[in-house]
DNA sequence: ATTTTAATGCAATTAGATTGCATCTTATCT
DNA sequence: AGATAAGATGCAATCTAATTGCATTAAAAT
């Protein structure tokens, strides 16, 4: 269930599946990085309508299938979740880093730690994201 | 050096004190949680023009005067720093809570942990935000 | 008081995201 | 397979956040 084909996925989950929808997964999951709606719709816009992106986007981090990472710009960014992650509830519980030079997001190893939430208040998810500078860049920028 | 006037702050940062900025300084300040910029714009509209507003917006931050939190809709809060803040770098070291019925975002207590951070990364800052239900609406909604 | 320096306001523009509605496609049911 | 129901797509329009350029105005320095 690790690497589901996008057909699997959305049998799973019930949902009709459409070329949109298994060219977004394919995308999504050819990258090794989180992907942002900008980059996803520069790529596909020419197959699949802005407001479709939306909606098909939205229906995945619905199901639990793509998570959202809204990085320091306000850009969502989507990845794909671990089989963990449910309609019913997100497992996504890794630290993600936004480069400040590239802005890509990046999904690291490092799991997010235990917090403790002020009384009265009802956590039901963890956003860490660490800002810096990448792998990548800080080989290029010291060049 | 805690709770500083709004022109002590002006000056401290070699800004120069119009009634635009003060006008900012008092409102953001005068609330408990992170203030949104809808909320900010809507609130000082008719005094302030939306751009100056962004741009005192962006200088406060700048300077380390305002740390800015972006909500999961991507929206931008605004809260003051603590006087560890500095335009090099900011020590918004504490976790914030996004209420996911009223999107208002608190400033909790509790610190972000230490965070082990992928070798090649060279993280900068560190966000943490939980999103749930806050203390007022978990009272509101249960009736 | 004059000059310098920088902030403000206005108009226009860019970009991300959403809504309503007609059309088309997928899945279901004989 | 063919008809039908359910739902997804595309298009037009709209909304909101944010940014840029430029003329005007206000604050600080001399």
Known sequence: ????????????????????????????????????????EKKLGKEIDRVTLYRILNTYVEKGI???IVDQNGTANYAICSSACSAEQHHDEHV??????????????TKVPEINITEGFKAEAISLIAYGICKEC????TL
């Not at 993600?96 to 190893?109: I, M």
């Open 1 to 40: 269930m690790a690497n589901a084909s996008p057909i699997d996925i959305l049998k799973q989950n019930n949902l009709k599946h459409t070329k949109q929808r298994i060219r977004v997964l394919e995308d999504i999951s050819a990258n090794a990085t989180a992907v942002s709606q900008p980059a996803l």
């Open 66 to 68: 793509l998570h959202r």
């Open 96 to 109: 993600h880093f936004n480069c400040t030079n590239c802005n890509k997001v990046f999904c690291l190893a």
């Open 138 to 141: 800080s080989k290029t920028l």
